[in-house]
C-alpha cells in the first residue's frame, strides 16, 4: 500500500516528476560519459606509448640510463636478442643502438635522441614505415639516411633529401659528427617524440660511436600484456646482470595518471551527484510543503511517522530509480556507439592533444563494473536526499496541519 501511494504521488505533478526525471537522466549520462572519455583517452595514450614509443619492456645496460653513455652497451647483444625472440610469449623485438647529442642542418639546430634500428625488425615493433607521410623507409642498400619527424623537420627547415648533421659523442668520449640525408619524413600522434627521435640504419650509428655489433637496447612486444610482469620477472631472473623495465618504469608518468584515474573520476562523479542530489532535495521538500494539509489528514487518520517516513522517502527514490536507468542507458549507448567509430577532434584540438603525446581521434570506453558502481552511488544518493524532506514531513504538527489552508 505505501509503495501504492508514493508512486503515485510522483506522478500527481507530471511535469515536476519529468523535469527531475530528466535532469538526474541528463546529469548520469553526462557524467558517465565524461568518465568513458578520460578512461579512453588514457588508454589511447598508453596504447600509443607502448606500440610506437617503449614497447612493453625494454632491456639495457644497468649503467646506461644515468646518462645515456654509449660505452654502456649490453653484452652479448646478439645471444640476449635471439634468447628473447625464441620465448613464445614475444611478439617482436627489435635491438637498438643510441646516442643522444645535436642534429643542424644549414639553418638551424637542436637536441635529439638518435636511434641505430634494423628496419625491419623495427616496423614489427613500432610499425615506423606505416607512419612515413613524405619520402621512404629506410632501405638496406643505401647509407647514411635518415628518417625523421614532421615537426623536427619544420623546425630545422628541411624536407626530404636535406642534409643533416649528428654531433654526439662516441664511445670514448670523443665528439664525433655524421652526415646523414633525410630519406623519409614520419608522424605520429605525439609531436614532442617526432620532434626529439631521429632513425638511422645501426650500423651507420654503431660506425660513428666505435662498436662492433653491440646493442644499447633491446625494445619488446608482447602477445599477452597481462603476463608482463610474470616476463619481466623470469627474464631479470635469468639476466641478473641486466635491467629490464616494463612500461610502467620506463613512463612513471602514464602510470601514475592510470593509477589515480580512477580516483579521480569517483570523486568527479560524487559531485555530480551531490548536485543532483540537492535538486532531489529542493523537489521533494516543495512537494511535502505543498501536502501540508494532506500529510496532516494522513497523520490524523493514523499514520504512524515511520510510514510517512518511508513514504516520502520512496518518493525520492522512484524519482531517481526512473532516471538512472534511463540516463546509465543513454550513456551506455552513446559510450558504444563513439568507442567503436571514435570522436575525432582533429578539427579543434590537433596541435594541443599532439603536444601532449594524445591521438586527436578519441575513443571512449568504460568497464561494465563501472555502471554498477555508480547505480549503487547513485542509490545511496537518493536514500541521503530524501532524509531531509521525510523528516521535515513527520516534524508536521497534524492539529496545525489539517487547518493550513
Known amino acids: ?70 660505452r654502456f652497451f649490453i653484452p652479448k647483444s646478439h645471444g640476449i636478442l635471439q634468447e628473447v625472440r625464441n620465448d613464445v610469449q614475444v611478439k617482436a623485438a627489435s635491438a637498438r643502438v643510441l646516442a643522444s647529442g645535436m642534429v643542424a642542418s644549414a639553418i638551424s639546430s637542436t637536441g635529439g635522441q638518435f636511434i641505430g634500428i ?35 623537420a619544420d623546425k630545422l627547415n628541411v624536407k626530404v633529401r636535406s642534409k643533416i648533421v649528428l654531433t654526439f659523442q662516441d664511445t670514448s668520449g670523443h665528439i664525433v659528427a655524421g652526415a646523414f640525408r633525410i630519406a623519409g619524413i614520419y608522424k605520429t600522434s605525439n609531436t614532442t617524440y617526432d620532434e626529439t627521435h ?18 644499447h637496447e633491446v625494445a619488446v ?41 580512477d580516483q579521480y573520476m569517483i570523486i568527479f562523479l560524487i559531485i555530480i ?73 582533429s578539427g579543434l584540438y590537433q596541435e594541443g592533444y599532439a603536444a601532449y603525446g594524445f591521438n586527436p581521434i578519441i575513443y571512449p570506453e568504460l568497464d561494465n563494473i563501472y555502471y554498477i558502481r555508480i547505480m549503487f552511488m547513485v542509490t545511496v544518493a537518493a536514500l541521503l536526499a530524501s532524509i531531509y524532506p521525510a523528516i521535515t514531513a513527520i516534524r508536521l504538527n497534524p492539529v496545525v496541519a489539517i487547518r493550513k489552508i
Open 273 to 345: 551527484l551531490m548536485a543532483l542530489s540537492f535538486g532531489i532535495v529542493n523537489t521533494m521538500l516543495m512537494a511535502v510543503l505543498e501536502r501540508v494539509r494532506e500529510i496532516g489528514m494522513l497523520m490524523a487518520i493514523g499514520m504512524n511517522r515511520t510510514k510517512l517516513f518511508g513514504m516520502v522517502s520512496l518518493e525520492s527514490i522512484f524519482l531517481v530509480m526512473i532516471a538512472a536507468p534511463i540516463g546509465l542507458l543513454l550513456a551506455y549507448i552513446t559510450n558504444q556507439l563513439l568507442g567503436q567509430y571514435g570522436m575525432d577532434l
Open 198 to 215: 631521429l632513425f638511422l640504419k645501426a650500423q651507420d650509428l654503431r660506425s660513428l660511436l666505435g662498436l662492433q655489433h653491440e646493442f
Open 1 to 70: 500500500m505505501l509503495l501504492l501511494i508514493a508512486w503515485r504521488n510522483i506522478w500527481r505533478n507530471k511535469t515536476r516528476s519529468f523535469l527531475v526525471i530528466t535532469s538526474v537522466a541528463l546529469g548520469l549520462w553526462a557524467g558517465t560519459f565524461i568518465m568513458a572519455y578520460a578512461f579512453g583517452i588514457i588508454e589511447q595514450r598508453l596504447k600509443d606509448a607502448i606500440e610506437n614509443e617503449i614497447s612493453h619492456l625494454q632491456v639495457h645496460h644497468p649503467e646506461f640510463e644515468k646518462d645515456n653513455n654509449p
Open 118 to 152: 634494423s628496419p625491419e625488425a623495427e616496423q614489427t615493433v613500432t610499425g615506423l614505415q606505416d607512419k612515413i607521410i613524405e619520402g621512404s623507409y629506410l632501405e638496406n642498400e643505401e647509407n647514411n639516411r635518415i628518417v625523421i619527424g614532421e615537426k623536427l
Open 221 to 261: 612486444l608482447l602477445n599477452d600484456p597481462n603476463r608482463l610482469e610474470e616476463f619481466q620477472g623470469s627474464l631479470q631472473q635469468q639476466h641478473p646482470e641486466l635491467q629490464i623495465e616494463t612500461w610502467k618504469a620506463l613512463a612513471p608518468e602514464l602510470r601514475y595518471m592510470i593509477e589515480s584515474l
